[in-house]
C-alpha cells in the first residue's frame, strides 16, 4: 500500500499570515494515463472531513482562491495564501492512484495564533 | 441537493452483528459510487471499501477483507455497512461518501477502476463496541 507522510503534524498561524502543509507518497502518484491523483480534505472541528483539492491542483467548487495545491510525483504542498479563523482543522491528503485501497496521511492540525 | 444521511450511533458487545446505513438523496443512486471510510483517535482516516451500486460490485481494504460487508439496495437508494461478530477494534467513527471523478481502464479483458474523490460525506455514525 501507498504510505502518505504529511507534515508538519500540527501548525500555528497567526490570521493573514500564509500556511504551507506538505505531503509525502511511497511511491509516484502519476498514473500511467498521465494523471496524478492527489486530493485534500479538510475536516473542521466537530464535522465530517470536506473535498478542498482534487488531482493535485484543482479546487473545488466553493472552495476560495486562498487555497492551492502544488506538487508532482512524489511531493505535494497544499498552501493557504492568508490563513484565516474558519481555516481550522485538520488537513488530509490522499491518493487515488494506487487503488484499492485509497491511503490518507495522518493529518495536519491548523490552529490559530 | 446532494446528501448522504447515515443511520444513528450504536453501542454493541463483542461478537454481535451490526448493519449500519447510508441513505442518499438528490441525484441518480446507480450513477455513482459509494465509500465507507472510518476514523479513530489513533489511526486516523482509514479507508474500508467502496460499492457500485449499479451491480453491487465491491472492493475492500486488505484490512477488513472478511470481516465486513458493503451493499447496496437500490429500491431505497441506500448502502450498508455490515458486520457479523464485531471486535473492540471496530469502535471507531464511520463516514460514508460519495465518489466522484472516477476513471475505468480496460485493457485484454480486466479492468481497473482508479481516481474519485469523496464528496459529499454522510455525518457520521458512531460504533462502540464493547468486550
Excluded: N
Amino acid at each position: 500500500d501507498v504510505v502518505m507522510t504529511q507534515t508538519p503534524l500540527s501548525l500555528s498561524v497567526t490570521p493573514g499570515q500564509p500556511a504551507s502543509l506538505s505531503c509525502k507518497s511511497s511511491q509516484s502518484l502519476l498514473h500511467s494515463d498521465g494523471k496524478t491523483y492527489l486530493y485534500w480534505y479538510l475536516q473542521k472541528p466537530g464535522q465530517s472531513p470536506q473535498l478542498l483539492i482534487f488531482q493535485v491542483s484543482s479546487r473545488f467548487s466553493g472552495v476560495p482562491d486562498r487555497f492551492s495545491g502544488s506538487g508532482s510525483k512524489t511531493d505535494f504542498t497544499l498552501k493557504i495564501s492568508r490563513v484565516e479563523a474558519d481555516d481550522v482543522g485538520v488537513y488530509y491528503c490522499m491518493q487515488g492512484t494506487h487503488v484499492p485501497p485509497y491511503t490518507f496521511g495522518q493529518g495536519t492540525k491548523l490552529e490559530i495564533k | 441537493e446532494v446528501q448522504l444521511v447515515q443511520s444513528g450511533a450504536e453501542v454493541k458487545k463483542s461478537g454481535e452483528s451490526l448493519r449500519i446505513s447510508c441513505k442518499t438523496s438528490g441525484y441518480s443512486f446507480s450513477t455513482y459510487w459509494i465509500t465507507w471510510v472510518r476514523q479513530t483517535p489513533g489511526k486516523g482516516l482509514e479507508w474500508l471499501g467502496r460499492i457500485d451500486p449499479s451491480d453491487s460490485y465491491t472492493s475492500y481494504s486488505p484490512s477488513v477483507q472478511g470481516h465486513v460487508t458493503i451493499s447496496a439496495d437500490r429500491s431505497i437508494s441506500t448502502v450498508y455497512l455490515q458486520w457479523y461478530s464485531l471486535a473492540a477494534s471496530d469502535t471507531a467513527m464511520y463516514y460514508c461518501a460519495r465518489i466522484g471523478g472516477l476513471y475505468k481502464y480496460c485493457t485484454d479483458g480486466s479492468c481497473s477502476v482508479f481516481g474519485g474523490y469523496f464528496d459529499p460525506w454522510g455525518q457520521g455514525t458512531q460504533v462502540t463496541v464493547s468486550s
